[in-house]
């Protein structure tokens, strides 16, 4: 891994691109299980059990489990607030057209 991380930052360079190990974050799997720092420009890049990721957790075991109730949560409280405006009746409910006013 840490090869790969030392290309990347001197591919990166090439283009004028520097890696910013404060922004680096390294997520571990089953698979590759290697604890051992990992340094990019000199410094130690963070290792994390989970993450988001546009808006996504991403989990080091792959489960969903987080991801889901923050998105639930989420719902939760946007519902939360559409009930407040409809039972404070500032929405206008137009009739349908075949409906007698």
Excluded at 6 to 18: P, Q, Y
Excluded at 57 to 79: L, M, P, Q, W
Aim: aromatic fraction near 6%; include cysteine.
């Amino acid at each position: 891994m840490q090869q790969t991380t030392t290309a990347l930052t001197i591919e990166a360079g090439k283009v004028g691109l520097c890696t910013n190990p404060e922004k680096c974050k390294i997520i571990t799997t089953a698979v590759w299980n290697d604890r051992t720092d990992i340094q990019a420009t000199g410094s130690d890049i963070e290792k994390v059990d989970d993450f988001c990721y546009l808006g996504s957790y991403i989990t080091h075991n792959r489960s969903c489990e987080k991801d889901v109730r923050v998105r639930i949560g989420k719902a939760t409280a946007v519902f939360g607030k559409v009930r407040k405006i409809i039972m404070e009746e500032q929405v206008y409910w137009p009739k349908g057209e075949d409906e007698v006013v």
